[in-house]
T-cell receptor, first 114, second 113 residues
Framework: EPEVTQTPSHQVTQMGQEVILRCVPI?????FYWYRQILGQKVEFLVS????????KSEIFDDQFSVERPDGSNFTLKIRSTKLEDSAMYFC????????????FGPGTRLTVL | AQSVTQLGSHVSVSEGALVLLRCNYS??????LFWYVQYPNQGLQLLLK??????LVKGINGFEAEFKKSETSFHLTKPSAHMSDAAEYFC???????????FGKGTRLHILP
């Protein structure tokens, strides 16, 4: 069964450093998402991406964040200058169509900012 | 605006007992509703979803949920708990008009031997 994959599974970085989190969505899906889950808190929407542009973003998704689909398979989340409060589990998701279709989640990348 | 409330951040049941995890939603239009499960150190796995067809939805691992519009509820049940059901369960809603789904805060299910 097709699945969303994410790399790395764990990332440790120093405050102020740039990180890139990578995702490979399910191949025939058209909509891509990033969510995050700070330890002990609920899963929060960050951004959705369709047709090579951001379709929606939350207030969390400020100028420090960017997303890209550099080729036909990868979908990346970049954090330009990490802060301590960026420490969280980051989930990538994809769906065939917009929100009415099931969003399939990857296993997540645990980001720790020191 | 859509929102989801999960009653009880922790629920403990004995192995073999009924599992009931509560979820209430707020939505201005008929919503799509989801239950996701997160096992320790793993990602989110879809258990089941409601898409305005049958009000009783059956999912994986013996779970089911019933959509009750009058109560704005979508509670998750399983007749007989198994040790492997220990996990965190998230109720989520999609209202339409945008792409994101909104998650509840989650309920951690503990299974007692």
């Amino acid at each position: 069964e097709p699945e969303v994959t994410q790399t790395p599974s764990h990332q440790v970085t120093q405050m102020g450093q740039e990180v890139i989190l990578r995702c490979v969505p399910i191949s025939n899906h058209l909509y891509f998402y990033w969510y995050r889950q700070i330890l002990g808190q609920k899963v929060e929407f960050l951004v959705s991406f369709y047709n090579n542009e951001i379709s929606e973003k939350s207030e969390i998704f400020d100028d420090q964040f960017s997303v890209e689909r550099p080729d036909g398979s990868n979908f990346t989340l970049k954090i330009r200058s990490t802060k301590l409060e960026d420490s969280a589990m980051y989930f990538c998701a994809s769906s065939q169509n917009s929100g009415r279709n099931t969003q399939y989640f990857g296993p997540g990348t645990r980001l720790t900012v020191l | 605006a859509q929102s989801v409330t999960q009653l009880g951040s922790h629920v403990s049941v004995s192995e073999g007992a009924l599992v009931l995890l509560r979820c209430n939603y707020s939505s201005s239009v008929p919503p799509y509703l989801f239950w996701y499960v997160q096992y320790p150190n793993q990602g989110l796995q879809l258990l089941l979803k409601y898409t305005s067809a049958a009000t009783l939805v059956k999912g994986i691992n013996g779970f089911e949920a019933e959509f009750k519009k009058s109560e704005t509820s979508f509670h998750l049940t399983k007749p007989s708990a198994h040790m492997s059901d220990a996990a965190e369960y998230f109720c989520a809603v999609w209202e339409g008009g945008d792409d994101k789904i909104i998650f509840g805060k989650g309920t951690r299910l503990h299974i007692l031997p």
